[in-house]
């Protein structure tokens, strides 16, 4: 696989990032409460954000990143927030998901939608086995989004991230299983039954 498929949802469209998302992705990266929760400061201006996407495509289908796919909300054909898919280790299976949504979108259970959809994605077309996310200690909406998705808690890697304020922050470490996900074991998993 070169590219990067297109998945719906009830209310998103998960697809690949491209430039005409330029506008939409500096509306909410250049927000303070944004990217410092993900260890990134605010952008500066839309053509920071260009070159954010134009790196983030050229990371995709990669020997270490399977891509970062645009966010977009169908109800207004807007591109609300990013997932990615990172330290891919062919050999053991395995990936990590990042993501990050526009702060107007928050509460609405939107990233747990899309993270369910991504997860079923890379085990069932992709043939992972492991799929890891984390969050920092503060990022509590990341943590309640791991956990609504049945990510297993491993432990925290204490004070290592530096962060852009020069404060330290513990690192939390979750997991899935491609059996626990088999097994119909995650909570979203049962709510469908």
């Given amino acids: 696989m070169s590219r990067l498929p297109t998945l719906i949802t009830s209310r998103l469209i998960i697809r690949p990032l491209n430039i005409n998302d330029t506008y939409d992705m500096f509306d909410y990266a250049h927000r303070d409460n944004v990217g410092p929760r993900a260890g990134w400061l ?22 270490t990143n399977i891509g970062i796919f645009a966010l977009e909300y169908k ?22 998901i990042g993501y990050v949504l526009h ?6 259970g939107l990233m747990v939608e899309a993270v369910t959809r991504i997860i079923a ?19 509590h909406q990341s943590k309640r989004v791991i956990e609504k998705c049945g990510f297993t808690f491993e432990g925290i ?18 997991s899935i299983l491609k059996d626990e996900y088999d097994n119909k074991q995650l909570p979203w998993q049962k709510e469908k039954e």
């Fill in 75 to 96: 109800d207004n054909r807007k591109m609300i927030g990013t997932i990615g898919i990172h330290r891919y280790d062919k050999k053991n299976l395995s990936a990590e």
């Fill in 157 to 174: 890697s204490r004070k290592k991230i530096f962060l852009q304020d020069g404060s330290r922050s513990d690192l939390y470490h979750y």
């Fill in 121 to 139: 994605w890379l085990f069932d077309d992709m043939g992972l086995y492991r799929i890891e996310c984390g969050h920092f200690d503060f990022n």
């Fill in 42 to 63: 605010p952008h500066q201006s839309q053509a920071e954000s260009e070159t954010v996407i134009r790196n983030m495509i050229n990371q995709t289908m990669t020997d």
């Fill in 103 to 108: 702060p107007d979108y928050w509460g609405m």
